[in-house]
């Protein structure tokens, strides 16, 4: 399977703590993006980052990217409770760059 | 800008029934359409790339005659679910890759 691994499975974090995500993928790609998404709804876009970028800052986020280890991080700091979600990391492969998901992890911030 | 909007955002269904979801790119031509599936509590898998005017690319193991995909037009993609069953009962997104924006989804469920 082509399908991207990350972990934790799940994570339990306090407010303003920071919470970290991994993801690794098997093939070559374009780029890797990381996505939320509250439970049961779409998907909220919330990062990009090329293939010959190392790390990348938006706002509480910081996403890192290691090719020659096929994996990426995504760190957010400062937690808040309505970070609560699943995040998911998708690799961007090919000529149609088709994202390919990794299998998520669920976020729970207590207040 | 860069809007897919995806009809209809709920379904439910009887065995046996056929279902088309419909996603249409608002303000941009789309020339090509991911189509994805997510069961509960997992991650989205691939099902198909539509392209318009020609056929669709399907993921291997992904059913062609069940899953019909047609993109007929540079803003209009279809997946018709054909003879619905309850283990079809999924969530089903789709992205255009042109703007990397998803569709709000739909709840299909089978009864």
């Known amino acids: 399977s082509q399908q991207g691994e990350e972990d934790p499975q799940a994570l339990s974090i306090q407010e303003g703590e920071n919470a970290t995500m991994n993801c690794s993928y098997k093939?070559?790609?374009?780029?890797l993006q990381w996505y939320r998404q509250n439970s049961g709804r779409g998907l909220v876009h919330l990062i990009l980052?090329?293939?010959?970028?190392r790390e990348k800052h938006s706002g509480r986020l910081r996403v890192t990217l290691d090719t020659s280890k096929k994996s990426s991080s995504l760190l957010i700091t400062a937690s808040r409770a309505a970070d609560t979600a699943s995040y998911f990391c998708?690799?961007?492969?090919?000529?149609?760059?088709?994202?390919?998901f990794g299998t998520g992890t669920l976020l729970a911030v207590q207040p | 800008g860069a809007v897919v909007s995806q009809h209809p955002s709920r379904v439910i269904c009887k065995s046996g029934t056929s279902v088309k979801i419909e996603c249409r790119s608002l303000?941009?031509?789309?020339?090509?359409m991911f189509w994805y599936r997510q069961f509960p509590k997992q991650s989205l898998m691939l099902m198909a790339t539509?392209?318009?005017?020609?056929?669709?690319?399907?993921e291997q193991g992904v059913e062609k005659d069940k899953f019909l995909i047609n993109h007929a037009s540079l803003t209009l993609s279809t997946l018709t679910v054909t003879s619905a069953h309850p283990e079809d009962s999924s969530f089903y997104i789709c992205?255009?890759?042109?703007?990397?924006?998803f569709g709000s989804g739909t709840r299909l469920t089978v009864v």
């Open positions: 992205s255009a890759p042109d703007r990397g924006t």
């Open positions: 093939t070559s790609i374009n780029n």
């Open positions: 980052i090329r293939s010959n970028e």
């Open positions: 998708a690799t961007g492969q090919g000529a149609t760059n088709k994202l390919i």
């Open positions: 303000d941009f031509q789309a020339t090509t």
């Open positions: 539509s392209n318009e005017g020609s056929k669709a690319t399907y």
